[in-house]
Nanobody, 122 residues
Framework: QVQLVESGGGLVQAGGSLKLSCTAS????????IGWFRQAPGKEREFVAA????????SYADSVKGRFTISRDNAKSTVYLQMNSLKPEDTAVYYC???????????????WGQGTQVTVSS
């Protein structure tokens, strides 16, 4: 089983950048698809980005395409989310989660981290 811990959140002005990290412990990290999701106050949790275990498949939500980049370093058991050109509407708690097979759907992801707060001021 994989345990995940997010870090790197914070307060940033609109147009700024942040890099989130999702560090895993436990077995099978390199074979797991890792997804980033976010949840803003009063809204449902939504998909942001995902990368397959081997890194061959990547997907982004339309709202972040061209601004966010997901990457992974299996040797460090870490997945990153580079967020550029941040907007106030990106404000949310960001979570990473793992699953054995590829999907961008929230259902099926397990081993959720505790989340990291990202706040973008206008």
């Amino acid at each position: 089983q994989v345990q995940l811990v997010e870090s790197g959140g914070g307060l940033v002005q609109a147009g700024g950048s942040l890099k989130l990290s999702c560090t895993a412990s436990g077995r099978s990290f390199s074979s797991n698809t890792i997804g980033w999701f976010r949840q803003a106050p009063g809204k449902e949790r939504e998909f942001v980005a995902a990368k397959s275990g081997g890194g061959q498949i990547t997907s982004y939500a339309d709202s972040v395409k061209g601004r966010f980049t997901i990457s992974r370093d299996n040797a460090k058991s870490t997945v990153y989310l580079q967020m550029n050109s941040l907007k106030p509407e990106d404000t949310a708690v960001y979570y990473c989660a793992a699953r054995g097979s590829w999907s961008t759907r929230l259902a099926g992801y397990e081993n959720w981290g505790q989340g990291t707060q990202v706040t973008v001021s206008s």
